[in-house]
T-cell receptor, first 110, second 115 residues
């Protein structure tokens, strides 16, 4: 079965610094990988996806993710973090449905 | 406005009292799904539907029922709720269930407490 793992429950960064939220995957065949963000008391919002092609995927709000087949990773990145980026981030892989990681809480401090 | 709506947003009920959480989308999406979110576990899929009259079990279907009689609606039914079904529930939809490349759009969530 397809699955993803987010090894960090919490990531703390200072505003203006680069951020990375980690995700590793386990799939058979070609993976369809996604990142979603959840702000407090809200539903999930789509950030970006990797389907095929370029390993560097750009998404909403200045986020990007790098697909690395040899390391089976799909880390989310942003060059300069904002306080407003503080939220819960989920990596997901498309199976018949969608399988999500446990989530990583990102806190950006001023 | 394109959206997924859920009702109610908050619900407190007692063990064994049947309830239904409604989900509706106005985007003409074929695929709809229900998830529950629990701390430390992320989102887990309960049921999904590739199209009208086509439903299938996700990873945690026990204690839940669904139906898909119309394209826009996908209600979640708890015939006899139990306290372990206390959770935050999300409905989601995407354009095409067969094409894995489409992202999902999520509703605002329903917080259910079963006492």
């Amino acid at each position: 079965a397809q699955s993803v793992a987010q090894p960090e429950d919490q990531v703390n960064v200072a505003e203006g610094n680069p951020l990375t939220v980690k995700c590793t995957y386990s799939v058979s065949g070609n993976p369809y990988l996604f990142w979603y963000v959840q702000y407090p008391n809200r539903g999930l919002q789509f950030l970006l996806k990797y389907i095929t092609g370029d390993n560097l995927v750009k998404g909403s709000y200045g986020f990007e993710a790098e697909f690395n087949k040899s390391q089976t990773s799909f880390h989310l990145k942003k060059p300069s973090a904002l306080v407003s980026d503080s939220a819960l981030y989920f990596c997901a892989v498309r199976d018949k449905g969608m399988r999500f990681g446990a989530g990583t809480r990102l806190t950006v401090k001023p | 406005e394109a959206q997924v709506t859920q009702n109610p947003r908050y619900l407190i009920t007692v063990t064994g009292k049947k309830l239904t959480v409604t989900c509706s989308q106005n985007m003409n999406h074929e695929y709809m799904s229900w998830y529950r979110q629990d701390p430390g576990l992320g989102l887990r899929q309960i049921y999904y539907s590739m199209n009208v009259e086509v439903t299938d079990k996700g990873d945690v279907p026990e204690g839940y029922k669904v139906s898909r009689k119309e394209k826009r609606n996908f209600p979640l039914i708890l015939e006899s709720p139990s306290p372990n079904q206390t959770s935050l529930y999300f409905c989601a939809s995407s354009l095409n269930g067969l094409a894995a490349s489409y992202e999902q759009y999520f509703g605002p969530g329903t917080r259910l407490t079963v006492t």
